[in-house]
């Protein structure tokens, strides 16, 4: 990467629009140092723009000031990285034209090793509070797991899933619609901050940038491209976070969606998209199963152990012979286990040794003990 080139993709920050194709289409045919000079200096028209658009972009290619933006981004604490860096993760080129110009990059460690192994926990900004318990217990898990969580910086399930993260000693990366130097919303100041402290923080917007509503929504294909996989916690039908979801299944990505009740308006796209190819996800050992390399399995899932599940499998046929209600003879409970009297007998004693069944006379039946634990398994049929 020369200095020249650099210099032409910072100013090409502060010029086109974040994932505007033709602009990268212009970039990949021309290269940033043409593309720049031509609108600098107020050249002819690109091919396939309006004259008005052109003009558009002339206005602002005159207000760039690429060394000053480099020198604020300094003061912030950030540093500009372009394709052809060391830094550059790769797998943003998956987004062809709409790749981002550049990035600029806020905290210490390498973006590029960061996002190799990195989920993306996305949501509603008015979440419920069942969807920040998601959030948070996802982003400490899969930090707890070594991955990095990667979010908006919203706030509801995004600035949930940062704050489980940092929670749990993890890493974390919020991507921004505006300038790295410039928190939004305003209310995550101080989060946005300790992300950077701890994490990084990116946007490919240049320094002073404020958010608009379409910047919000380009931002989410980073967020996409960037990551193994996204998961989505709470979503209406017409929810940013199902931009990032869908942007995800386009590139390839996995797609991960936790349920909710199926009464609540903010789970209804989060259910849209497991009916059709995301997967379900309840916890953070899921989503490192599904997204990390072979071996990285979630547990089994089972209900609690009961005693008699401890029982050898003969006396636990005796077990299950015994009526819930009444007593029965030797040879009734030795028909009904398929053993012999003497057998049956013999697990009776030692069931009753564990409290499981009591001798009355020459009847045998159910302690209290047993009928609670037979009514507990058959609650889990």
Not at 25 to 36: D, K, M, P, S, T
Not at 114 to 134: D, F, K, N
Not at 147 to 175: E, F
Request: net charge neutral; proline share 6%; charged share 25%.
């Amino acid at each position: 990467m020369t200095d020249d080139e650099r210099l032409a993709r910072v100013a090409l920050t502060r010029i086109i629009e974040p994932g505007d194709e033709v602009g990268g289409r212009w970039l990949r045919e021309y290269g940033a140092v043409a593309v720049a000079r031509r609108l600098m200096e107020g050249g002819e028209p690109f091919p396939g723009v309006s004259a008005k658009r052109w003009t558009g972009l002339s206005a602002r290619a005159a207000q760039a000031g690429p060394e000053r933006d480099l020198a604020e981004a300094r003061q912030a604490g950030a540093r500009f990285v372009c394709p052809g860096d060391a830094e550059w993760p790769a797998q943003l080129d998956d987004l062809a034209d709409a790749r981002p110009t550049g990035l600029w990059v806020r905290g210490r460690p390498s973006l590029r090793m960061w996002a190799l192994r990195s989920v993306a926990v996305v949501g509603a900004r008015a979440c419920t509070e069942y969807g920040a318990h998601m959030a948070a217990a996802l982003g400490a898990g899969l930090a707890e797991r070594g991955w990095v969580v990667v979010s908006g910086g919203a706030y509801g399930v995004d600035g949930a899933a940062h704050r489980g993260a940092l929670g749990a000693g993890g890493a974390t990366v919020a991507v921004l619609a505006c300038g790295v130097d410039q928190p939004y919303p305003r209310g995550h100041t101080e989060l946005i901050s300790r992300i950077a402290e701890q994490g990084l923080v990116v946007g490919e917007l240049p320094p002073g940038a404020h958010p608009t509503p379409s910047r919000f929504i380009l931002r989410n294909r980073v967020i996409a491209a960037l990551t193994r996989g996204t998961v989505v916690v709470e979503a209406a039908y017409r929810s940013g976070a199902l931009v990032t979801a869908r942007a995800a299944q386009r590139l390839g990505r996995f797609t991960m969606g936790v349920p909710g009740p199926v009464t609540s308006g903010l789970s209804a796209g989060v259910h849209e998209l497991l009916r059709g190819d995301a997967v379900l996800v309840s916890d953070a050992a899921e989503v490192a199963e599904l997204v990390g390399d072979m071996g990285e399995l979630a547990p089994d899932r089972r209900g609690p152990v009961l005693p008699r599940d401890l029982l050898e499998p003969g006396a636990a046929r005796v077990l299950a012979t015994l009526p819930g209600r009444g007593t029965a003879t030797p040879d009734e409970i030795a028909r009904g286990a398929g053993t012999t009297v003497d057998d049956a007998v013999g697990r009776l004693y030692e069931l009753r040794s564990l409290g499981f069944v009591e001798r009355h006379g020459d009847r045998w039946k159910l302690t209290r003990q047993a009928l609670i634990s037979v009514s507990q398994d058959r609650g889990r049929c």
